[in-house]
């Protein structure tokens, strides 16, 4: 079972209090993706094994898109 621990917040009003649990890695994959993609104002990546890879690659250009749209992104 995975954990996605990234959280993305979409407003200053937005709260990020809950963990979702998602048994299929597809599934856990699409919703990093979804998660990054809707972000507007912060992301916080608190669990992510980075590896030189096509996963570590895309979710690296995910976030760097991310921040040139002015979303702050920390790596904790």
């Known amino acids: 079972m995975l954990v996605v621990a990234l959280l993305a917040s979409a407003g200053a009003e937005s709260r990020a209090d ?7 890695g597809k599934d856990a994959w ?7 993609r809707a972000a507007r ?13 096509p996963t570590g690659l895309d979710i690296a250009g995910l976030l760097q ?7 702050r992104v920390r790596i904790i």
């Open 18 to 24: 809950s963990v979702r649990f998602i048994p299929d």
């Open 30 to 36: 699409q919703t990093r993706v979804e998660m990054i």
């Open 41 to 53: 104002s912060s992301i916080d990546v608190a669990v992510f094994i980075w590896r030189d890879d």
């Open 65 to 71: 898109e991310a921040t040139t749209s002015g979303v």
